[in-house]
C-alpha cells in the first residue's frame, strides 16, 4: 500500500495508472475509519481496477473551531484498517498541501444548502465542496463512493458534480449500523459509555416513524417525532424532516410522487449525531 502525501505526486500516480488503461474509484474520508468506510472501500474494490482512500481532516466545513479539534483521528489505526483491506493507495495530504491559501470559493448550492444542516452549519457545505472539488481534480477518480448517512452532503456532490461538468460517477452506499441500531460515524467514539446506551434511541426513533408511515400525514409524524424527543431531556432535537431525496424539498402529503427520506439531526450531551431512514 502506497502512502502519498502531496498532490503533485498522487497525480503523477493517476496519470500513470490512466496510461495503463486502469479506472480508479476515490473513497474521501476524514479518518477515525469504521465499518461504515470498510463498506465504501470494498464496493469500490470491487468496481474498479485501483483505488484511493483519501485521509483528511477538512478544516473549512466545521464552522465551530473546537468541534473541529475534537473531532477524533487515529492515523496508526486507520492505516492498519486500510491495509488489512487491501487498499493501493492511501492519499494523506496536511494542511498546507490542500490549502496553501485561503480557500475563499462560493457555490451556488441554492436551495440544497439552506435547510437542515445548513440551517445549523454555517458554511458546511462550501467547506465540503472546496475540499470535494480539491480532490475531484487532483485525482480524477472514475467514480467517487459516499455514504448515505451524510444524506444532504450526498445530494450536494451529486449537484457540485454536475455544476462543474466533472465526469465522475457518484455512488451512493448504504448507511451502515451497529448491532443496536446507532449509525456507524466517527463521533460515536466521542460519546460516554453512559451516552452511548442511550444513543439507539435515535435510530429506534426513526424505525418507528416508517412503520407509522401509514397512521399520520408527513406534518403529524414530524411533530410525534419531536414529542418522542422532548420526553427524553438527554437529547437535544435540532431537526427531523421528511423530504424528497433529489431537491430536499419538504413533504406535505405521503402521495406526493417521489422517493422520501426522514433526516434528523440530534445533540447526545457534547456530540451531534446525524442519521435518516428510506420511507418508501
Known amino acids: 500500500m502506497e502512502i502519498i502525501k502531496t498532490k503533485r505526486a498522487i497525480s503523477n500516480k493517476v496519470q500513470s495508472l490512466r496510461h495503463r488503461g486502469f479506472s480508479i474509484g476515490l473513497v474521501p474520508t476524514m479518518g477515525a475509519l469504521h465499518e461504515g468506510h470498510s463498506s465504501l472501500i470494498r464496493k469500490a474494490l470491487k468496481e474498479n481496477n485501483k483505488i484511493i482512500v483519501s485521509v483528511f481532516v477538512n478544516p473549512t466545513q466545521f464552522s465551530d473551531p473546537e468541534d473541529f479539534l475534537k473531532y477524533p483521528r487515529n492515523s496508526v489505526k486507520d492505516l492498519q484498517i486500510l491495509r488489512d483491506l487491501k487498499v493501493d493507495m492511501v492519499f494523506m495530504p496536511d494542511k498546507e498541501e490542500m490549502y496553501p491559501e485561503d480557500d475563499h470559493r462560493t457555490f451556488d448550492l441554492y436551495p440544497l444548502d439552506t435547510v437542515m444542516e445548513g440551517k445549523y452549519r ?36 451529486k449537484r457540485l458534480v454536475a455544476m462543474m461538468g466533472y465526469n465522475i460517477i457518484i455512488v451512493s452506499c448504504p ?30 426513533t426513526l424505525f418507528r416513524a416508517r412503520e407509522m408511515k401509514n397512521e399520520l400525514s408527513p406534518g403529524d409524524l414530524t411533530c410525534w417525532v419531536y414529542d418522542q424527543f422532548t420526553a427524553h431531556k438527554e437529547f437535544q432535537l435540532e431537526y427531523f424532516e421528511i423530504v424528497d431525496e433529489l431537491e430536499l424539498r419538504k413533504i406535505e402529503d405521503w402521495s406526493d410522487p417521489v422517493s422520501k427520506i426522514g433526516c434528523i439531526a440530534v445533540r447526545l450531551g457534547k456530540v451531534r449525531l446525524i442519521d435518516n431512514i428510506i420511507f418508501n
Not at 448515505?148 to 445530494?155: A, G, I, M, R
Not at 448491532?179 to 460515536?188: E, K, P, Q, T, V
Open 122 to 157: 454555517k458554511n458546511h457545505f462550501y467547506g465540503v465542496a472546496q475540499i470535494v472539488t480539491k480532490l475531484f481534480e487532483t485525482i480524477t477518480p472514475d467514480r467517487a463512493y459516499f455514504g448515505q448517512k451524510d444524506f444532504q452532503q450526498l445530494v450536494i456532490i
Open 175 to 204: 448507511v451502515i449500523r451497529e448491532s443496536d441500531g446507532l449509525a456507524m460515524s466517527s463521533r460515536n467514539m466521542l460519546l460516554s459509555d453512559e451516552e452511548r446506551k442511550i444513543a439507539p434511541f435515535i435510530a429506534q
